[in-house]
């Protein structure tokens, strides 16, 4: 089992900047990927940015040359960060970590964009 909780959303401008966390904890070994997703109101739930098994990373078109992904392994947390936020980006935003074709997922935490 693989437990997730994310911390970092909240309401912002145009144009700023936010950073997403999640702690993992559990089972980490044989983790095939790790990232973020978000769903908006409507819409269905998408790949913002993710860590490959050998650390290469993605990223939705949308999304890139704005947002960041990092992590810090040995306090086991994964970070997002946005900047040049856009009213677009507000969603939920969902950690995610695939073991043996099996998803977890944090409960999600709300980002907000707008004046």
């Known amino acids: 089992q693989v437990q997730l909780v994310e911390s970092g959303g909240g309401l912002v401008q145009p144009g700023g900047s936010l950073r997403l966390s999640c702690v993992a904890s559990?089972?980490?070994?044989?983790?095939?990927?790790m990232g973020w997703y978000r769903q908006a109101p409507g819409k269905e739930r998408e790949l913002v940015a993710q860590?490959?098994?050998?650390?290469?990373?993605r990223y939705a078109d949308s999304v890139k040359g704005r947002f960041t992904i990092s992590r810090e392994s040995a306090r086991n947390t994964l970070y997002l960060r946005m900047n040049s936020l856009k009213p677009d980006d507000t969603a939920v935003y969902y950690c995610?970590?695939?073991?043996?074709?099996?998803?977890?997922w944090g409960q999600g935490t709300q980002v907000t964009v707008s004046s």
């Open positions: 860590f490959s098994r050998s650390g290469n990373t």
């Open positions: 995610n970590v695939e073991r043996y074709s099996t998803n977890y």
């Open positions: 559990g089972i980490l070994l044989s983790i095939d990927t």
